[in-house]
């Protein structure tokens, strides 16, 4: 995967909020082996699991990040978002086994992770981080000042 890819690639943040969820961490042993470690209850059963993700996968895209978004089109798209999550666990979450303690800790949570990643179309600046330095090639046909031999 290349640099640009990466940063392109809503995979992480899908990953870090999934990770986040499911109340587990990952980290790596001396070997570079990545191990999966249960930090508690999870703060979503399996079945409110993908549903969830669906929603975050909604506004969390590829198509997103290579937007070009005003400070307050960002905004708007996080409340989007927010309102969303709201909605879904303030309606599921019996079905989905959120404890009603948790229901902050989730929104913020997922709300600060999304903001690192939608921040990165404010005034098109991820995708000007990547672009290629253009090289002025001038006309070998017109004379140019200043050409010493």
Known sequence: MTIVERFLNPKQVIDEIEQFL?????????????????????????????????????????????????????????????????????TNWEDFGIKKEHFDIITDNIDHLIQSFISRTLDDTERKRFMIPQVKMSDPMQPQENRTI
């Open 22 to 90: 499911k109340n587990k961490i990952l980290t790596q042993d001396e070997e570079g082996n990545i191990k999966e470690i249960q930090l508690g209850d999870p703060l979503i059963n399996d079945k409110g699991l993908p549903l969830f993700l669906h929603t975050i996968k909604a506004h969390v895209n590829e198509a997103v990040v290579q937007g070009y978004y005003k400070k307050d089109e960002i905004n708007m798209i996080l409340k989007e978002v927010n309102i969303d999550i709201v909605q879904l666990i303030s």
